[in-house]
């Protein structure tokens, strides 16, 4: 029998939705969670095709894009009650914001979601806002424009020429909310960056482009009860990325940087009380070899498994949160552990009943 079915004959077991699925964040917290054998998982995602949906076997549900509220909330609320869930495990931006924004509404209806208010989701997801925020307070970041799509094109060039003056080419051009690489360019003319930017219809975040080779990435990753207390710290460093300019990290090994995890936890401090799980990305600047603030993400990350196989599972503390319970001390992690994502290709006797036309 598969190690990966849950099997319990305990009463009032919690129900867990993981949402997101089909990406490995949310991929990951259904393995760690299944593993861990704490709670009863039903694992989500939009696209009824996706992998993550039967990969360990667990019950599963297909919800409406987040970016469609009025249906997801309808689906979420109809889910709730029909599989009597009584955590949500939010493994998307888009999802993170619209749980903040109706937690209370959702709450009322019986499920527990370990999460923000809805503003100070918004300020981390705003990476224009969050990087000024740690700019403002002595954090080291790359020299960074924020263009807002509002003013015209003169005021765009303009800009633009004002910060060529202090910041040379190659710079990193993206949209102030976004995840992953999606609408990410670096261009390494002015010329180039002026038809970037014009052509966006986004505000946009303009920043140097630090010459780290990949294995410069490095993240802080942390885990807040519901009093706003850093319960669980990690720490890593990618060693292999999607693509080879970077992008979302497919390796990494757990690292001790309590001077990163100290700067993540005084940035999330000056933006507001914090619930719930976070990632914050930096990058060694090989030119002054300081570490340098990106961004953070409202969520568990791509290679998150790596903090499960260094003994601290996170996910596992989550719900146990959630639920209001005391998880005790931060026992801390191995360092030197590594993480190397490989893909699995399942196989089906008949189609699984989701993909059924």
């Known amino acids: 029998m598969s190690k990966y079915i849950n099997i319990s004959n305990e009463i009032n077991r919690p129900t867990v939705l993981v949402t997101s699925v089909g990406a490995p964040p949310g991929l990951n917290v259904v393995r760690a969670l299944v593993e861990a054998n704490i709670c009863d998982v039903i694992a989500a995602d939009a696209d009824p095709c996706s992998p993550g949906l039967h990969q360990f076997r667990t019950p599963n549900a297909v919800l409406p894009m987040a970016s469609d509220t009025v249906a997801y909330l309808r689906e979420l609320k109809a889910l709730i009650h029909k599989r009597k869930i009584t955590v949500i495990l939010p493994c998307l931006e888009d999802e993170v914001e619209?749980?903040?924004?109706?937690?209370?509404?959702?709450?009322?209806?019986?499920?527990?979601?370990?999460?923000?208010?809805?503003?100070?989701?918004?300020?981390?997801?705003?990476?224009?806002?969050c990087?000024?925020?740690?700019?403002?307070?002595?954090?080291?970041?790359?020299?960074?424009?924020?263009?807002?799509?509002?003013?015209?094109?003169?005021?765009?060039?303009?800009?633009?020429?004002?910060?060529?003056?202090?910041?040379?080419?190659?710079?990193?051009?993206?949209?102030?909310?976004?995840?992953?690489?999606?609408?990410?360019?670096?261009?390494?003319?002015?010329?180039?960056?002026?038809?970037?930017?014009?052509?966006?219809?986004?505000?946009?975040?303009?920043?140097?482009?630090?010459?780290?080779?990949?294995?410069?990435?490095?993240?802080?990753?942390l885990l807040y009860d519901a009093d706003g207390r850093v319960v669980r710290r990690f720490s890593s460093r990618?060693?292999?990325?999607?693509?080879?300019?970077?992008?979302?990290?497919?390796?990494?090994?757990?690292?001790?940087?309590?001077?990163?995890?100290?700067?993540?936890?005084?940035?999330?401090?000056?933006?507001?009380?914090?619930?719930?799980?976070?990632?914050?990305?930096?990058?060694l600047d090989p030119r002054d070899g300081k570490l340098k603030f990106i961004e953070i993400n409202p969520r568990m990350w791509g290679y998150g498994y790596l903090a499960t196989g260094s003994g601290l599972n996170l996910p596992a503390g989550i719900v146990s949160l959630a639920l209001g319970k005391d998880i005790g001390p931060d026992p801390g992690f191995r360092k030197g552990v590594t993480l190397l994502r490989s893909v699995t290709d399942l196989i089906f006797k008949s189609c699984p009943y989701e993909l059924k036309v």
């Open 131 to 221: 990087t000024r925020i740690a700019s403002d307070n002595g954090i080291d970041c790359p020299s960074s424009l924020v263009l807002p799509s509002s003013i015209s094109e003169e005021e765009k060039q303009r800009m633009l020429k004002q910060f060529l003056l202090d910041t040379p080419l190659p710079w990193i051009i993206k949209p102030v909310w976004g995840h992953g690489m999606r609408g990410v360019t670096t261009v390494t003319s002015f010329d180039e960056a002026l038809v970037v930017s014009l052509a966006a219809t986004v505000e946009l975040l303009v920043q140097e482009l630090i010459p780290g080779p990949v294995g410069s990435m490095y993240l802080a990753g």
């Open 238 to 283: 990618s060693i292999c990325t999607l693509y080879p300019t970077g992008g979302p990290a497919t390796g990494g090994v757990s690292v001790s940087r309590p001077d990163m995890v100290e700067a993540t936890e005084r940035l999330v401090g000056w933006i507001g009380l914090w619930r719930g799980p976070l990632n914050a990305e930096w990058m």
């Open 98 to 129: 619209v749980l903040a924004q109706y937690r209370a509404e959702l709450e009322a209806v019986g499920v527990s979601i370990l999460i923000p208010d809805a503003d100070i989701v918004r300020t981390v997801t705003d990476k224009g806002r």
